[in-house]
């Protein structure tokens, strides 16, 4: 049952406990105590809001920023990714398993000289910090599950 209840709130975190209820075939009590046990256990993190940027506010820029990094002694890339997570533009820090870059940090700002000064005098200026690569986003598809484009296009793609 965790598993569906996961699922079904990835796809829609304010559906109600008696829609939850009624999907599962138990109790909407049942359900609540459910999601309530999985918060308590920390499975689940929290719940967020998937903006249409463009509707919302353009002017919003979003980045991938690869990094190179040292790891420290004792502690390895775990340090310098807390250190990264802190700063309010950041929306997340992932360890890479392979590749030309060890973290993945993904970014909003402003406009893109606010990310650009987020770069070069906050990332880069970090101890153990070897080389950035940053990509910015242009336009956002899908996010987590859910359809951000949802203009319809017909079928010679033309519009």
């Known amino acids: 049952m ?3 209840i996961i699922r079904i709130l990835q796809q829609n975190a304010r559906i109600s406990n008696s829609a939850l209820g009624e999907i599962l075939g138990i109790p909407p009590e049942q359900a609540a105590a459910e999601i309530h046990r999985l918060e308590q256990e ?7 809001v998937i903006l249409d940027d463009d509707k919302f506010d353009k002017s919003t820029v979003y980045a991938t920023i ?10 390895g890339f775990d340090d310098i990714a807390k250190t990264i997570m802190m700063y309010d533009e950041v929306e997340s820090v ?3 398993s392979s590749g030309a870059y060890d973290l993945s940090v993904e970014v909003k700002g402003g ?6 000064y987020f770069v070069s005098e906050r ?3 970090i101890d153990g910090i070897l080389s950035t690569s940053t990509h910015f986003i242009l336009k956002k ?6 359809f951000i484009d949802d203009d319809e296009t017909d079928e010679r793609g033309l519009g």
Do not use: F, H, W
Not at 42 to 48: A, E, L, N, P, T
Not at 66 to 75: A, H, S
């Open 141 to 146: 598809y899908k996010e987590k599950g859910i």
């Open 42 to 48: 920390g499975i689940i993190r929290g719940y967020s």
């Open 2 to 4: 965790k598993n569906e």
């Open 66 to 75: 690869q990094l190179k990094v040292t790891p420290q002694r004792d502690c």
């Open 111 to 116: 406009n893109l000289k606010d990310v650009a």
């Open 94 to 96: 992932s360890l890479m």
């Open 123 to 125: 990332l880069a200026t």
